[in-house]
């Protein structure tokens, strides 16, 4: 761990002791639901990079043959700047593996980011961080070979791959449990709960690194050794 790591996790720790309960939120409208249990109701979802999506016994299962390339999926629904986002989840390679979600990604001047003006992305993570995209991240399960076991969970703010927070502690590395995550973003207000408990809360003040991030689409991304299993994503409007 980097000294600058090991500050960001004391404050990290300290503000999530300070709130460490679930924002007071009522959901709205539902705006997405997909079991993910069959590759029918995967047909517009957009891969990048280069992995293998199969469905059996309801849920979808995402890995990259041969662990040869990190990888994306994306939801071709655009979600309004406030919701509530849930899914299930199991590790099916406890060995290594990372998992990050994006959300509220658009391209820089507001572009969808399938527009054809925007460059090719394939999965390498410059593309997403540091590139013509715009997004917050959360990497939620991390395991990698170098960084076996991580203990904390990452909120990103891109681009710039800036580390806006560090939060508590995600999916446990050996876990072949099913989890759930609730993402809720209100307005400037970022939390991440996992089975019920927060492990991210965060607050963008939308001066220091720019404005906070409105409307855009949501995507699973995985390093190339991950194999996960995925159900029952849902999305709902926050009721005001």
Request: charged share 20%.
């Amino acid at each position: 761990m980097t000294r600058i790591e090991l500050i960001l996790l004391v404050i990290g720790a300290f503000f999530t002791a300070s709130t460490s309960n679930a924002q007071s939120v009522t959901k709205g409208d539902i705006l997405y639901s997909n079991s993910l249990s069959n590759t029918d109701s995967l047909a517009d979802w957009k891969m990048e990079g280069s992995a293998t999506v199969s469905a059996a016994d309801g849920w979808m299962e995402m890995f990259s043959p041969d662990q040869k390339d990190h990888h994306v999926f994306w939801c071709p629904m655009e979600f309004p700047a406030d919701f509530v986002a849930e899914w299930e989840l199991r590790n099916l390679n406890p060995a290594s593996g990372l998992c990050i979600v994006f959300f509220a990604a658009k391209g820089v001047n507001g572009e969808d980011i399938f527009d054809s003006k925007l460059k090719h992305r394939n999965g390498i993570f410059k593309q997403y961080t540091n590139g013509d995209i715009s997004n917050y991240h959360i990497s939620y399960y991390a395991n990698t070979p170098t960084q076996k076991d991580r203990p904390f969970s990452h909120l990103r703010k891109n681009p710039g791959f800036h580390k806006v927070h560090v939060g508590k502690s995600g999916i446990p590395a050996n876990s072949e449990s099913t989890h759930k995550i609730t993402l809720i973003k209100n307005n400037n207000h970022i939390q991440m709960l996992l089975d019920g408990s927060v492990i991210i809360d965060w607050l963008d003040d939308g001066k220091e690194l720019g404005a906070v991030l409105g409307s855009g689409k949501i995507g699973f991304r995985q390093m190339k050794w991950t194999h996960f299993a995925y159900r029952n994503f849902r999305v709902w409007e926050l009721s005001k």
